[in-house]
């Protein structure tokens, strides 16, 4: 995936007047395309986080000519990213057209885990508006054709909303050029283009991404992240994955790999994982090792869910909570690789632990702090319905600011049968 760069990139071009180094090989002169694509992002940002906002508001906001807004906003209007709501009220003179994000543009979102998958439609906010689980087996053909069902029921159910595209988080890693999956031990399909065969069923471009990039991409695009420069996302299920934010960019590496923590052995002694290796982080810090942990201090106990485990620890089971407690432990020690070697400010945690937060932030927080080497430990904290994050990150791909519109636009109509733009 291409690092999203965040226009208003003020701190670094202060710090880095005169050191920053230009790469022959990797720089483009600025065109005028590329303040307006600059500006356009700035606009849409704003819009987004003052919705709704009227155009003088956001020339006064953005510091922008009004003539400059207005033709970017005439371009948002016509791409379906923006509409016009209501007129607001003013004491006198003529009353300003409102701006919000166009919420019947929707993506479908598709969150991979080893057996499951959820596939749900997202607006333009970030807005869950419909979502449906559907099994997945071993069979990588079978379990697509599953999950593109469950696509077409739920766009059926939506009439007269504009599909922009799909997103997949998922479990593993992508070769940004071919767009298979090349690391992904815990989702045991072979080599499958699972882009093509949803593409080919859809009419519809798809994304895939790692989905603990996906679920940063999420929260960069939806939540609030202004002023934050450093952050690593932990996302913990069936597996421990982790996406890196540094410098206010997100850093995916040589092949995209970059982040991959979880598969950092931490005990050459741990049990084996996926991966062949043999005590990585996840063995000790997944969801599978607390109800490892959980199995040794309950032997008599019947197999159970993740879920299953968290109610009961909430019920005042004992056991239930001490294997979630060395759960926390573990992942709290893990989080020293990514401190010693990133120093985020702020660390955000996804994943199915986030509904039981209150179990796990003072030990994780006591892990943090003890094994911070210099200066204040990092920020740890939940995303927003975390559970759902990687969904959601899904939804964002599809909603990716600054990639050109123009050649997305192009693909879309490439690949849409009849490229009416509307579903159906
Ligand atoms: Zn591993």
Redo the contacts with the bound molecule.
């Keep these: 995936m291409a690092p999203a760069t965040w226009a208003g990139d003020r701190e670094t071009v202060k710090h880095a007047a005169g050191i920053r180094r230009v790469d022959l090989s990797h720089v483009q002169v600025a065109s005028s395309e590329t303040a307006r694509r600059i500006n356009r992002d700035i606009v849409l940002e704003l819009i987004r986080t003052s919705q709704p906002i009227s155009r003088a508001d956001l020339a006064r906001r953005s510091g922008l000519q009004r003539s400059t807004v207005s033709q970017i906003v005439e371009q948002l209007i016509g791409e379906k990213w923006v509409r016009e709501g209501a007129m607001a009220s003013a004491p006198r003179g003529r009353r300003p057209t409102m701006l919000g994000l166009n919420e019947d543009l929707i993506a479908v979102a598709v969150d991979i885990h080893p057996r499951q998958a959820t596939v749900a439609v997202v607006d333009l906010n970030g807005r869950v508006l419909l979502r449906a689980q559907t099994p997945l087996s071993s069979d990588a053909a079978g379990s697509t054709r599953v999950m593109v069902q469950s696509m077409r029921r739920l766009l059926d159910a939506l009439p007269g909303k504009s599909t922009e595209g799909i997103g997949i988080s998922l479990p593993g890693r992508v070769d940004p050029a071919t767009h298979r999956l090349i690391f992904a ?1 815990n989702l045991r399909w072979p080599d499958f283009n699972l882009k093509k065969m949803i593409e080919k069923k859809m009419g519809l471009p798809v994304q895939l991404e790692n989905a603990a990039t996906a679920a940063l991409l999420a929260e960069l695009t939806f939540g609030r992240m202004d002023g934050v420069r450093d952050a690593v996302l932990v996302t913990v299920s069936e597996g421990v994955g982790t996406s890196i934010f540094a410098n206010g960019q997100m850093v995916s590496g040589h092949h995209g790999v970059a982040g991959e923590f ?2 950092v052995p931490i005990d050459p002694a741990g049990p084996h ?3 062949g ?1 043999k005590g ?1 982080w ?2 000790f810090a997944s969801s599978r090792a607390a109800l490892r942990y959980y199995r040794d201090l309950a032997p008599e106990s019947k197999t159970i869910s993740f879920h299953e485990l968290l109610n009961l620890a909430e019920e005042g089971d004992r056991a239930a909570a001490r294997a979630l407690a060395q759960q926390a432990t573990w992942i709290g020690r893990g989080l020293r690789i990514l401190i010693a070697g990133l120093s985020p400010s702020t660390i955000l945690i996804a994943g199915e632990i986030t509904p039981a937060w209150h179990r796990y932030t003072p030990i994780i927080e006591k892990e943090v702090a003890d094994l911070t080497l210099a200066g204040v430990p990092p920020a740890v904290r939940p995303v927003r319905e975390g559970d759902i994050a990687r969904l959601r990150g899904a939804a964002a791909l599809v909603f990716q600011r600054g990639a050109p519109r123009e050649a997305r636009s192009t693909e879309i109509r490439r690949l849409r049968p009849g490229g009416s733009g509307k579903n159906g």
């Design positions: 031990p979880g598969h994982c996926a991966c290796q990585c996840e063995t």
